[in-house]
């Protein structure tokens, strides 16, 4: 229930979601092998993006990208309060441009409901005729209680 989007990015580009932006702070080439369990030979380099929420609260993803024995594996970075995965999927050495895919999840996204306001320009000659329908309503109702009235004292 994602919606992905593939962009080619720069250090220092901005990409802006549903509910933050994201922006591209630069390549990360001392990894914790350890931690990712990495060889000594692979190649691994991790893209850190630095995420503003709209309440300006910043979070930071590291999606990872490892060339093992000549195949590229990725590692995917996912920031659950938000509902966003980034993947990094290629890397361009000529140009220093990166290939990330930004997965936002679609229950993030807001349905609204438009209304659209129309100008009648008669409204006017309908709001008087409505307060001469009630002018005449309570002077035939005073009217008729007068005859009640003079009707009960003649008799």
Same mark, same amino acid.
Request: proline share 3%; charged share 25%; with cysteine.
């Given at each position: 229930?994602?919606?992905?989007?593939?962009?080619?990015?720069?250090?220092?580009?901005?990409?802006?979601?549903?509910?933050?932006?994201?922006?591209?702070?630069?390549?990360?080439?001392?990894?914790?092998?350890?931690?990712?369990?990495?060889?000594?030979?692979?190649?691994?380099?991790?893209?850190?993006?630095?995420?503003?929420?709209?309440?300006?609260?910043?979070?930071?993803?590291?999606?990872?990208f490892v060339i093992r024995n000549?195949?590229?594996?990725?590692?995917? @970075?996912?920031?659950?309060?938000?509902?966003?995965? *980034? #993947?990094?999927? $290629?890397?361009?050495?000529?140009? /220093?441009?990166?290939? =990330?895919?930004? @997965?936002?999840?679609?229950?993030?996204?807001?349905? *609204? #409901?438009?209304? $659209?306001?129309?100008?009648?320009? /008669?409204?006017?000659? =309908?709001?008087?005729?409505?307060?001469?329908?009630?002018?005449?309503?309570? #002077?035939?109702?005073?009217?008729?209680?007068?005859?009640?009235?003079?009707?009960?004292t003649a008799a």
């Amino acid at each position: 229930m994602y919606q992905t989007q593939n962009k080619i990015l720069a250090i220092g580009d901005t990409i802006v979601t549903s509910n933050s932006f994201v922006i591209v702070k630069g390549l990360d080439k001392d990894i914790d092998r350890a931690n990712y369990n990495l060889n000594d030979s692979d190649l691994a380099v991790a893209a850190i993006l630095s995420v503003e929420d709209v309440n300006k609260k910043i979070y930071t993803a590291k999606p990872l990208f490892v060339i093992r024995n000549f195949s590229v594996f990725v590692q995917e @970075s996912e920031i659950p309060e938000l509902g966003l995965k *980034f #993947v990094f999927s $290629k890397i361009d050495p000529e140009t /220093g441009k990166i290939e =990330l895919s930004v @997965s936002d999840k679609k229950s993030n996204k807001k349905d *609204f #409901v438009i209304m $659209k306001a129309i100008i009648f320009p /008669g409204i006017n000659i =309908l709001w008087m005729g409505c307060l001469l329908m009630i002018i005449g309503s309570v #002077v035939a109702i005073r009217k008729r209680v007068n005859q009640l009235k003079k009707s009960n004292t003649a008799a």
